[in-house]
């Protein structure tokens, strides 16, 4: 089994998660190979924000959704599948 950011290589099945080295101070973030279980994030006054659910990050008092015209019509076009880092939500900072 390898180590590090290649363990993600050794996992079966669905999955998303994060892992904290307080040593690096370093934030790891993976999810499974086909994009089953979401990873979403955002980063916003400078802290990174992340959830397997948007509803989740529009939880936090950070995140102020605002919708992207483009996105939409890419979710309605090609459904739960994406072009990476291209959401329904505007980003900002």
């Given at each position: 089994m390898n180590g590090?950011?290649?363990?993600?290589?050794?996992?079966n099945?669905?999955?998303?998660?994060?892992?904290?080295?307080d040593k690096k101070q370093e934030l790891f973030l993976a999810r499974d190979h086909f994009g089953?279980?979401?990873l979403?994030?955002?980063i916003s006054?400078?802290?990174?924000?992340?959830?397997?659910?948007v509803?989740?990050?529009?939880?936090h008092p950070y995140v102020e959704p605002k919708i992207d015209k483009s996105g939409?019509?890419?979710?309605?076009g090609i459904g739960?599948?994406?072009t990476p880092r291209f959401m329904c939500f505007q980003k900002y900072s």
């Open positions: 590090g950011s290649d363990i993600v290589k050794d996992l099945g669905i999955f998303s998660f994060a892992i904290w080295n089953i279980k979401p979403y994030y955002t006054q400078d802290t990174i924000i992340f959830a397997s659910e509803k989740a990050l529009l939880e939409i019509c890419e979710l309605f739960p599948a994406h």
